[in-house]
């Protein structure tokens, strides 16, 4: 019988979104075919269950045929499976789900006219930075002990860098800031990382600045002060309205401006060394210091500065959120995300102009005199109180943001099935929690990502961890978003993987932060990102990850950057995979196939026309040895595959060795908790 490799498709469209106002607008679908004993006669393709396009074979060898078939585009979303006739007289069925005996609308592959994604964003390296906690740069702008009060605690300035988070850290603040990030830009591009992404930036009271007070401008503590006058709250001193050198450094325009000019310039900087830089938009929901609310008084008395809707009834802002009693002034009863009332949900079904403000945020840091490259969405299925609007909402604002920056990017955090927001019009991709995190870490390490729960049935399976990172590949969507997803270990919402690797189940509050530490293994954070750099998708760094950085669940994952006591083995590592990364054309858009799933054992290939890279893990604690069908990833049946990159339970090597692949096979002998990468060229 006839073998076909559903993963193959993706690798061989070339070109393969051509948009529908195109003078002649078409699509290669392409399928291979191996070729048995039977052989296959012909092959066809059937658009939507009734139009059949006749494939020409276009290229062969003594294992496959390649058919392909040109398809004329519309404005619509084409779906269309294959049908396989052998020279027996068999009629087979080809589909997402494989080989079938019939097909429906579940099993179709899709294709978006006009659906782009950054070119830049196929093969990405990102690093993302929790900016407080990276790098201080600049002393002067340090938030400084008692300049305000958050959540009822005085803001406090750490004075050691290496010293720990504590439990209710909100209100801490390291110094981290664009310039440290600036100075440090030399070792992020010998790192190999081309993009970073920034936690929220903007003005804002706490260090995560998941609570925006101004969405205009950059907050000075993280930017620039040149205006800083004022008093700070006594140590016993309560409300904000008080708080003057934190009024001063937060609202004055001269601050303000230098911070946005800062940032400016930063990016200009980055770009000027080919790296680019996503923002991160909280707009589901802001803080109880936003302007627009104005709880904490701080805009109350400013000159020229519009009041509150906490404040008046008559605000200009009342409807951008929801109250729940006519109780003005000072209204506390309004509606808050998950009931925080520091965190006050943004009401745009009752506003348009809350809508236009933060579809024209969007447009803003995009355009110039910024130039950012793309926004990564907070809690992006939240927003809004409808499903409906919520698909508006961001079909509007992917509207405003590529026209002001065709390359920009749309990235959203989402758990769960993301395919309605990935439908070409709305997302360009997400981050991925479900198809890589998640599966990646019961496997290695049998632990919840966030180090709440620790299952034994899911550690080392192989046969789960498949499914699971395979999962965009059965949904109704498009190939687009994988091939750019944000491919995460860790990042400021879960504990650190090297946590993980420890097994213990807890938080900081109940273990304390040296338990995050004891027990770790480095060997199988090495596994982790040999997959990490090898899978479809965005490898994505958490600042320090590639240092060593421990850390349970937040805050205990936002620890600063460990400046002079890095783990420089595992430095040296993540460069030479990111370097084995960007050098193989088929880890960016190639196509993806298991080779052997067993327990605590994962093999796969990666392969495009120009190649193949094999990678397998041994994830326990005895040798195995294990052939591999290479062939089936392109491999001549007599070849010889160049192992890059070897790590183990002592370290790693990047030191070549030669591996003979024998009639299709390739027979590989791993220690415990190793990783292995190997290639082949075409």
């Known amino acids: 019988m006839a073998d076909f490799?559903?993963?193959?498709?993706?690798?061989?469209?070339?070109?393969?979104?051509?948009?529908?106002?195109?003078?002649?607008?078409?699509?290669?679908?392409?399928?291979?075919?191996?070729?048995?004993?039977?052989?296959?006669?012909?092959?066809?393709?059937?658009?939507?269950?009734?139009?059949?396009?006749?494939?020409?074979?276009?290229?062969?060898?003594?294992?496959?045929?390649?058919?392909?078939?040109?398809?004329?585009?519309?404005?619509?979303?084409?779906s269309y499976y294959f049908n396989i006739y052998t020279t027996d007289g068999r009629h087979i069925l080809y589909t997402r789900h494989g080989a079938v005996d019939y097909v429906d609308q579940a099993c179709y592959w899709n294709l978006i006219p006009g659906y782009r994604v950054p070119d830049w964003m196929r093969g990405a390296v990102i690093y993302q930075i929790y900016v407080d906690r990276f790098c201080n740069g600049d002393k002067s702008n340090d938030v400084l002990t008692d300049e305000y009060e958050y959540l009822g605690l005085h803001a406090q300035r750490v004075e050691d860098w290496n010293s720990l988070p504590q439990n209710m850290d909100v209100h801490r603040f390291y110094g981290g800031d664009l310039k440290?990030?600036?100075?440090?830009?030399?070792?992020?591009?010998?790192?190999?990382?081309?993009?970073?992404?920034?936690?929220?930036?903007?003005?804002?009271?706490?260090?995560?600045?998941?609570?925006?007070?101004?969405?205009?401008?950059?907050?000075?503590?993280?930017?620039?002060?040149v205006h800083d006058e004022g008093a700070l709250l006594p140590p016993d001193g309560h409300g904000n309205r008080n708080a003057t050198r934190y009024i001063d450094r937060t609202t004055n325009p001269e601050n303000l401006r230098a911070s946005d000019q800062m940032f400016a310039d930063f990016i200009a900087e980055a770009h000027r060394r080919g790296i680019r830089v996503i923002m991160d938009g909280v707009f589901n929901h802001c803080g109880s210091f936003n302007r627009w609310l104005d709880r904490e008084r701080i805009y109350e008395d400013i000159p020229g500065c519009e009041k509150g809707a906490y404040i008046d009834r008559n605000s200009p802002y009342r409807n951008y959120f929801k109250f729940n009693a006519d109780s003005w002034p000072y209204n506390g009863n309004y509606d808050g995300w998950w009931g925080h009332d520091t965190l006050p949900k943004l009401n745009y079904?009752?506003?348009?102009?809350?809508?236009?403000?933060?579809?024209?945020?969007?447009?803003?840091?995009?355009?110039?005199?910024?130039?950012?490259?793309?926004?990564?969405?907070?809690?992006?299925?939240?927003?809004?109180?409808?499903?409906?609007?919520?698909?508006?909402?961001?079909?509007?604002?992917?509207?405003?943001?590529?026209?002001?920056?065709?390359?920009?990017?749309?990235?959203?955090?989402?758990?769960?099935?993301?395919?309605?927001?990935?439908?070409?019009?709305?997302?360009?991709?997400?981050?991925n929690y479900d198809a890589f995190m998640e599966p990646l870490t019961w496997f290695l390490t049998g632990m919840e990502k966030h180090s709440d729960d620790f299952r034994q049935d899911l550690f080392g399976n192989a046969d789960n961890a498949w499914k699971q990172m395979n999962w965009y590949w059965n949904e109704n969507m498009p190939p687009q978003p994988m091939f750019i997803s944000m491919n995460e270990l860790s990042n400021h919402d879960h504990s650190r993987f090297l946590t993980r690797t420890n097994h213990k189940v807890g938080r900081v509050n109940t273990l304390g932060s040296a338990a995050a530490e004891e027990g770790v293994n480095k060997a199988v954070m090495r596994e982790a990102a040999a997959v990490q750099f090898t899978w479809p998708g965005a490898p994505t760094i958490y600042y320090g990850d590639e240092a060593g950085l421990c850390g349970f669940t937040d805050p205990d994952d936002r620890?600063?950057?460990?400046?002079?006591?890095?783990?420089?083995?595992?430095?040296?590592?993540?460069?030479?995979?990111?370097?084995?990364?960007?050098?193989n054309s088929c880890l960016t858009m190639g196509a993806l196939r298991p080779l052997a799933l067993d327990y605590q054992y994962m093999a796969y290939g990666r392969f495009d026309h120009r190649g193949t890279i094999v990678v397998a893990v041994n994830n326990g604690g005895g040798e195995v040895t294990k052939t591999l069908p290479v062939w089936y990833c392109g491999v001549p049946k007599n070849a010889v595959m160049e192992r890059i990159c070897l790590s183990g339970e002592d370290g790693f090597t990047t030191e070549p060795a030669d591996f003979a692949v024998t009639d299709g096979s390739l027979t590989l002998t791993l220690g415990k908790t190793s990783a292995v990468i190997l290639r082949w060229r075409a």
């Open 559 to 583: 620890r600063t950057y460990p400046w002079g006591h890095e783990d420089q083995d595992l430095i040296r590592y993540h460069r030479e995979l990111i370097r084995i990364h960007k050098e």
């Open 180 to 225: 440290g990030v600036l100075d440090k830009l030399d070792y992020l591009e010998e790192l190999g990382v081309n993009v970073i992404y920034f936690n929220p930036l903007f003005v804002s009271p706490s260090n995560h600045k998941y609570d925006a007070q101004d969405y205009g401008h950059i907050d000075p503590h993280v930017g620039k002060i």
């Open 349 to 431: 079904e009752a506003s348009r102009s809350l809508t236009q403000a933060i579809l024209d945020v969007g447009r803003k840091w995009v355009s110039a005199p910024y130039h950012a490259d793309g926004w990564r969405l907070d809690v992006a299925a939240d927003l809004g109180h409808s499903a409906e609007f919520n698909h508006w909402f961001w079909r509007e604002f992917r509207k405003v943001v590529k026209q002001a920056n065709p390359d920009a990017v749309v990235l959203a955090e989402n758990y769960g099935d993301s395919s309605s927001w990935l439908q070409g019009d709305q997302w360009d991709t997400v981050m």
């Open 5 to 78: 490799d559903i993963n193959a498709l993706f690798s061989d469209y070339s070109p393969q979104y051509v948009e529908p106002w195109e003078p002649a607008p078409y699509s290669i679908a392409m399928l291979r075919v191996r070729t048995g004993k039977e052989g296959v006669d012909r092959c066809t393709l059937t658009v939507e269950s009734d139009r059949d396009y006749e494939m020409v074979k276009t290229r062969e060898n003594e294992e496959f045929c390649w058919y392909s078939a040109v398809i004329a585009l519309d404005d619509r979303r084409l």
